[in-house]
């Protein structure tokens, strides 16, 4: 039910092999209705003027098309990056390693992020007896990490290879510590920063994937 290493298999290989980023070939009208869905969520936060929540979003959002990005370039180099989506499993891959439907989950997942959090983010758990505790924003952050990273041991153990992990040596530990954990703290501190350093955050964030993509694509690296 749960993988929590790449196996390094031949049949892993195959499937990213035959990734096709990019194509429509899988397209269903479930994109439309997706995308739908997540302009409401965040036009309703707009609306409402919850504008925190809308930051964390961007926040994650912006770290998580790094990562990909990143992750890309990496399967560009090395043969195989260290996560993979296949064909069999959505609609439409955005890179190698995200399909459509997983990139607009993370686009909402920064909201939902903050949301568990109290309504009081100062508050600090375990802060007795003189001790100081813990920042509530922190353990969030690694709690959400540690859920998504037990989501993507499960997806990375189906049968039609939703998720695919080659390299042996990735799996679950560097998954949560590397790469959730960081999308989840972008999440909870940025809307707490102040307002010129939560703009030049998302601002240089977004601008680097902007550019990335727009060279890279191009070129035929990702």
């Keep these: 039910m749960f993988k929590f290493w790449g196996d390094g298999s031949d049949e892993a290989k195959a499937l990213v092999?035959?990734?096709?980023?990019?194509?429509t070939e899988n397209f269903n009208w479930t994109f439309i209705f997706i995308l739908a869905v997540v302009f409401y969520v965040y036009w309703s936060e707009i609306h409402k003027k919850n504008y925190d929540v809308v930051w964390a979003a961007l926040a994650l959002y912006g770290v998580h098309w790094l990562y990909e990005i990143v992750n890309a370039v990496i399967g560009h180099v090395a043969g195989y990056p260290l996560w993979a989506v296949s064909n069999a499993s959505t609609t439409f891959i955005l890179l190698v390693g995200v399909c459509w439907e997983l990139s607009m989950m993370f686009s909402l997942a920064g909201m939902i992020s903050l949301k568990m959090l109290p309504e009081d983010r100062t508050t600090r758990y375990f802060a007795k007896g003189g001790r100081r505790g813990v920042d509530c924003?922190?353990?969030?952050?690694?709690?959400?990490?540690?859920?998504?990273?037990?989501?993507?041991?499960?997806?990375?153990?189906?049968?039609?290879?939703?998720f695919l992990w080659v390299y042996r040596w990735w799996g679950v530990l560097p998954v949560f510590v590397t790469t959730y954990i960081p999308f989840?703290?972008?999440?909870?501190?940025?809307p707490d920063l102040e307002p010129k350093k939560r703009t030049r955050f998302l601002a240089v964030l977004w601008g680097l994937d902007a550019l990335l993509l727009i060279v890279l694509i191009p070129l035929g690296i990702i």
Excluded: C, K, Q
């Design 137 to 162: 924003r922190l353990v969030g952050a690694l709690s959400m990490a540690l859920l998504f990273a037990l989501v993507e041991s499960f997806l990375a153990a189906t049968e039609n290879g939703s």
């Design 17 to 23: 092999d035959a990734i096709r980023v990019r194509s």
């Design 184 to 190: 989840f703290l972008a999440a909870n501190y940025v």
